[in-house]
């Protein structure tokens, strides 16, 4: 699968409705897409979001804040603490720290609602 075509099937995973800065924040508002392609596979009746759909949106919500194509270099820390289902959850929130150094960008991220965190992420990307 070429690249173009990696991102053409991503962009059916999720919509970003609107993005806000707080401070040294960028919070993304986005939804889960129940039409998902991998939903199909990922499970059959029971849809739940793929971890590395998950960790790709990261990336490109870090792409956007940045402006730059990242390659992702190393992860920290990846938790998945609750379940991700366009069902049950399909509107969340997207918290994203950014800081760079040395040509590497350090990315703290957490995907959460009101009440509950479901991902939280710290690694480095590379810009391409």
Do not use: W
Not at 15 to 40: N, R, V
């Amino acid at each position: 699968m070429s690249d173009e075509d990696f991102r053409s099937t991503m962009n059916g995973f999720y919509h970003i409705e609107s993005q806000t800065i707080e401070g040294d924040e960028t919070i993304f508002y986005f939804t889960l897409l129940p039409d998902f392609c991998a939903y199909k596979g990922h499970f059959p009746g029971n849809p739940v979001a793929p971890g590395v759909c998950s960790i790709q949106m990261i990336k490109a919500c870090a792409e956007r804040m940045t402006g730059k194509q990242l390659f992702l270099g190393y992860i920290a820390q990846c938790r998945f603490s609750a379940i991700l289902t366009p069902e049950t959850m399909p509107q969340l929130r997207l918290h994203m720290n950014l800081s760079e150094t040395d040509d590497l960008i350090h990315v703290k991220a957490i995907v959460c609602n009101n009440s509950k965190a479901y991902i939280e992420f710290k690694g480095e990307f590379k810009p391409l």
